[in-house]
């Protein structure tokens, strides 16, 4: 599949299985893709886009817990068709995405056949698991305001603003609304940022940068 660099080591009839197989599909920004509960049928390959994992608890509090970028596969989907599963989380496209989707039949039999395809699979597993255990570490250990300035810091923000709703930034974290509002009204206090209807001002990069024990960008 030339669309998709990381799969173009496949030998002849595993790229033809493949070619042959995925069916291309296109969907807009907001489509829930899956959600919890539900059995999984097909293999993802992100051609273009942006996938959002993100788990809903009881209390109805999300977390997001990682995404799926153009030229990567979702591990959730690949576990729950490896162990025939539903799946325990769900996924949102949080840009317009082109993907291609791998019937489970066709998945077994490129896993059975293909050592690259496997080294493929495995490999982006191995790499979300690492993402994942940091994301449990942060969420378990971290200081919610180092957490916070950094995320400040590594959402775009066009002339400074950086256009988020505190509820948004207390997913991203995996924490309640109310913390994430204390805490920025906190940096407001202290003159790091001003906060406005549905986004807030950054005023002193340096300052959160410090506190997030990251480098202010250029």
């Not at 799926?68 to 769900?90: D, K, P």
């Not at 924490?175 to 940022?193: C, D």
Request: net charge neutral; glycine share 10%; aromatic share 6%.
């Amino acid at each position: 599949m030339t669309e998709f660099p990381p799969l173009a080591g496949l030998d002849g009839e595993a790229a033809r299985m493949l070619s042959a197989g995925a069916r291309l599909v296109t969907m807009p920004a907001g489509t829930v893709l899956f959600r919890e509960g539900q059995l999984c049928d097909s293999f993802l390959l992100l051609l273009r886009g942006r996938v959002r994992i993100q788990k809903v608890g009881q209390n109805g509090r999300e977390i997001v817990l990682y995404r799926v970028m153009s030229g990567e596969s979702c591990i959730l989907t690949t576990s729950c068709l490896m162990a025939a599963e539903a799946y325990s989380a769900e996924g949102v496209a949080e840009a317009d995405i082109r993907a291609a989707m791998v019937p489970d039949a066709l998945f077994q039999a490129l896993l059975g056949r293909s050592m690259e395809f496997r080294r493929f699979v495995f490999g982006a597993c191995g790499r979300r698991l690492a993402d994942l255990l940091c994301l449990v570490q942060q969420v378990a250990f971290g200081r919610i305001d180092a957490r916070l300035a950094e995320l400040l810091l590594e959402r775009p923000a066009l002339h400074g603003v950086v256009t988020a709703t505190h509820q948004t930034l207390a997913v991203e974290l995996g924490t309640a609304r109310e913390v994430v509002s204390r805490q920025l009204k906190e940096f407001e206090r202290r003159g790091w940022v001003r906060l406005e209807r549905g986004s807030i001002v950054l005023l002193q990069v340096d300052a959160l940068a410090a506190v997030g024990g990251s480098v202010p960008p250029l």
